[in-house]
C-alpha cells in the first residue's frame, strides 16, 4: 500500500459534530445488517477474516513503520516491529491454531437432581463490538481487540485516535482495503467521533485511555446498558526486595520504565526499594541509560514523545517534584537533549512526597520516581492504601515471599522478576481492577469475552416430577433434601 500522502504534515480537516456523528450511525448500521444476515459465522469464515487481518498487517509493514515514526516525531524501528506488528501476527496465529477448540461447546454436568439430562455452553457472538484505540500503541491496541472480537465472530467498529492521525489513516486504508464495510468499519476523527461511538447500542465497546477517559465512556454508554472493557493506568509500582540483585531490578524496570519513552500504561510507574539501596539503584539505572541508548538525541532505540503538549506535562511534573522538595536526576550523560527537542532525558525523582504530580497522575513518560522503605511489608502497605492499579511488579527470587505479594496486593496483572512482559502472553488474561479497569481480553479470554456464554439444557425423563400434579413422592423428597436426608412428616 503507497500511503506516502498520509505522512504529511498537512492538517486535515475535522468533520462537523452533525457529520461525525452520521457518519458513526451509517458504518454501525452497515455492520449490524452484516451481522444480522449471518448470526453465527463458521470457523472457516473467521479463520478467513484472521488471515486477511495477518496478511494486511504483513502487507502494510513499511506504512506502519513510517506512519508510527511521523506521529512520535521519532519512533524507534524495533519497538514499531515488535509491538505494531509482531505482537499482534503472533496473536493471530495463536488464536487461529486455537479457534476450533474455543467454538466447540463445552458440556457441563447437570445437578445430580437433575439426572438424567444434558447441559452445555454455546459461545455466541455478540454482534458490532466497539473498539476505541489510544495514542500510545495506536496499531496494537486497535487490531489486538480486533482480534479477539473477529475470532469470536463479531463485527468491528474501530475508531482510533486523533492524537496519531497519520497512523490512524493506514489504519483506516489498510482495513477498508481489507474487509467488506459490513464486517470491519473505521470511523477517523476527534471527541466528537468518539463520544459518538461510545452512544451508540453497541454489544460490547472496548476502551483503552486514562481513568478520566474511562469514567466519560461509562456514562456515556449507561443510557444502552452497552457491556464495558476498559483498559485504563494508573500508579503501577515495582517492589525490590532487599535481596535481589538491584543492578538486575534497575535494569529491567529501566527497561519497561523506557520503552516507548513511558508511553506505556504498564510501565512501572514508580520503584520501592531498600534504603540503603537507594544510591546503588540510580548509579544502576544511570548506567542502563548510558549503554542501552548511548546519545540519546541521535538512538535508533529511543523514541520520542508524542506531542509537544505531552512534553511540557512532563517537565511540569519535574518542576512541581522539585519545588516540593524532590530531588531529580537527568539520565542525559553526554548533555545533548535540549528542552524543546521531541525526545525528553529519562529523569529519576528522589524523595517523592504525596501530594506531587509525580505521585498523583499516571506518568505516561521517561521519568521514574524512587521511593525508599524499609521493608518490603512497609511497601505492601502503601500499595494498599492507593487505587489499584493495572499492573504490579515484584522482585525477589524467594517464591513463597513472592506468592505473598500477589495475595496480598490487588492489581490487573502481575510480572515477577520483571516488568510488563505479562501482558505478551496470550494464555493470560489482561485487565484492570477497580480504577484501572473493568474486564479482560487476550486470547481465550478475549474470545470468552466477545461472546455471550449461553447456557443450553435439555431435560430427561425427570423432568415430570416437576409438572403438576405432583406426585405424593415430591413432597416427601423435598423435605428429605431440605432436612439434610432426614424424613419429616407433614403436620
Request: hydrophobic residues 45%.
Amino acid at each position: 500500500m503507497a500511503q506516502l500522502s498520509v505522512l504529511t504534515n498537512e492538517p486535515r480537516p475535522e468533520p462537523a459534530p452533525e457529520r461525525a456523528a452520521d457518519e458513526v450511525q451509517r458504518a454501525f448500521a452497515r455492520l449490524q445488517q452484516g451481522f444480522a444476515n449471518e448470526r453465527y459465522p463458521s470457523l472457516r469464515t473467521r479463520l478467513d477474516r484472521l488471515t486477511r487481518l495477518e496478511r494486511a498487517l504483513q502487507r502494510s509493514s513499511d506504512d506502519i513503520v513510517a506512519a508510527l515514526d511521523a506521529d512520535f516525531r521519532g519512533r524507534s524501528r524495533v519497538e514499531s516491529l515488535m509491538i505494531a506488528l509482531l505482537l499482534p501476527i503472533l496473536s493471530l496465529r495463536h488464536t487461529r491454531r486455537r479457534l476450533s477448540t474455543w467454538m466447540k461447546p463445552e458440556k457441563v454436568n447437570p445437578a445430580w437432581y437433575l439426572r438424567p439430562s444434558s447441559a452445555r455452553i454455546v459461545r455466541q457472538p455478540k454482534g458490532v463490538v466497539g473498539v476505541i484505540a489510544p495514542w500510545n500503541y495506536p496499531v496494537m491496541l486497535s487490531v489486538g481487540p480486533m482480534i479477539d472480537a473477529l475470532a469470536a465472530g463479531n463485527r468491528v467498529l474501530l475508531k482510533p485516535s486523533e492524537l496519531t492521525p497519520r497512523i490512524a489513516e493506514v489504519l483506516a486504508a489498510m482495513l477498508r482495503e481489507t474487509f467488506a464495510a459490513d464486517e470491519v468499519a473505521v470511523v477517523t476523527g476527534g471527541v466528537d467521533v468518539a463520544r459518538a461511538v461510545s452512544t451508540l447500542p453497541l454489544d460490547h465497546l472496548v476502551v483503552t485511555g486514562s481513568t478520566r477517559v474511562g469514567r466519560e465512556v461509562a456514562m456515556a454508554a449507561a443510557p444502552n446498558l452497552t457491556p464495558l472493557t476498559l483498559e485504563l493506568g494508573g500508579k503501577s509500582p515495582a517492589v525490590v526486595h532487599e535481596s535481589y540483585s538491584i543492578e538486575r531490578a534497575a535494569v529491567r524496570i529501566g527497561v519497561a520504565r523506557l520503552f516507548n519513552a513511558g508511553q506505556t500504561c504498564i510501565a512501572p510507574d514508580y520503584a520501592i526499594v531498600p534504603h540503603a539501596k537507594e544510591q546503588a539503584f540510580v548509579d544502576a539505572y544511570l548506567r542502563f541509560v548510558e549503554k542501552g541508548f548511548g546519545d540519546l538525541a541521535t538512538s535508533r532505540d529511543y523514541t520520542a514523545i508524542a506531542t509537544e503538549r505531552h512534553r511540557d506535562k512532563l517537565e511540569e511534573m519535574l518542576r512541581d517534584a522539585e519545588a516540593k522538595g524532590a530531588r531529580v536526576v537527568r539520565a542525559d550523560p553526554r548533555g545533548t537533549l535540549a528542552k524543546r527537542q521531541p525526545r525528553m532525558a529519562p529523569a529519576l525523582v528522589l524523595d517523592p512526597k504525596p501530594g506531587m504530580l509525580v505521585m498523583e497522575e499516571e506518568i505516561f513518560g521517561p521519568i521514574l520516581p524512587v521511593l525508599t522503605v524499609a521493608s518490603v511489608e512497609e511497601a505492601i502497605a502503601h500499595i494498599n492504601a492507593r487505587p489499584r492499579p493495572l499492573a504490579a511488579y515484584y522482585f525477589d527470587d524467594d517464591a513463597a515471599r513472592a506468592q505473598d505479594f500477589v495475595q496480598r496486593t490487588h492489581a490487573g496483572g502481575v510480572t515477577l522478576n520483571d516488568a510488563a512482559l505479562h501482558f505478551f502472553n496470550d494464555e493470560l488474561p489482561f485487565g484492570g481492577v477497580g480504577p484501572s479497569g473493568m474486564g479482560a481480553y487476550h486470547g481465550f479470554t478475549g474470545f470468552k469475552t466477545f461472546s455471550h456464554e449461553k447456557g443450553v439444557y435439555q431435560p430427561g425423563p425427570s423432568a415430570r416430577l416437576l409438572r403438576q400434579p405432583f406426585p405424593a413422592v415430591v413432597e416427601q423428597a423435598l423435605l428429605a433434601l431440605i432436612h439434610g436426608g432426614r424424613s419429616r412428616r407433614r403436620r
